[in-house]
């Protein structure tokens, strides 16, 4: 009985889905607000993602892909790390790329500019609120290239790498959140479907 409840239960979720795809024809409604937006765990998020055929129609509306214009180079990853200025073990909530002072940072998907400023561990920084309850933060910045309540596209310019903060050396600090919860970007920096990029859930 179980698994027949189950099984009708996900059909129902899916159920707009596969109509859409049956008809060849994308989606009219925005059924990610309400199947991805609740979600916090990686794998779920994924799942979801990736398993949807009209994805291209909403993907833009997150934060996926690299933030800047060039292939992926990760100096540091999230997790526990030992800080390189503090010298004892601290949660990173993000990844640091490697990058030069005046390389290019770019928004990873269209969103709202919430927050632009200083803090003293994250130097320059730039937050956007994105769609699903998605918002990333990009830190360390030379240069700020937007305001408050600005809107922005994915893969626009949004200001430029730098050493600002507590670092030993230039490089984009990259974080995401969702739900209010700081998450792992590392899976979302691979997702570019123009190009065919795949994450690691692929591999």
Request: glycine letters at 8%; one cysteine or more; proline letters at 4%.
């Amino acid at each position: 009985m179980k698994k027949v409840t189950l099984i009708i239960f996900l059909l129902s979720i899916n159920f707009s889905v596969f109509s859409q795809l049956a008809s060849n024809n994308p989606p009219e409604e925005d059924y990610w607000e309400t199947q991805l937006t609740p979600m916090v765990e990686i794998n779920d998020m994924l799942r979801h993602i990736y398993s949807d055929p009209f994805k291209e129609n909403f993907i833009n509306a997150i934060p996926a892909g690299y933030p800047m214009k060039k292939e992926v180079n990760i100096n540091s990853f999230y997790g526990f790390r030992n800080h390189p200025v503090h010298k004892v073990s601290l949660f990173h909530r993000g990844i640091d790329l490697k990058g030069a002072t005046g390389e290019k940072a770019v928004a990873t998907g269209d969103g709202d500019v919430i927050e632009v400023g200083f803090k003293v561990d994250l130097g320059n920084y730039i937050k956007i609120k994105h769609c699903y309850g998605f918002e990333s933060i990009y830190g360390h910045l030379n240069k700020i290239s937007v305001k408050k309540g600005q809107h922005v596209k994915r893969m626009q310019i949004i200001g430029e790498v730098g050493a600002t903060g507590t670092v030993t050396g230039p490089h984009l600090h990259y974080t995401l959140k969702k739900n209010n919860q700081y998450i792992d970007p590392f899976d979302f920096l691979f997702m570019d479907f123009e190009r065919g990029k795949l994450s690691m859930l692929n591999r």
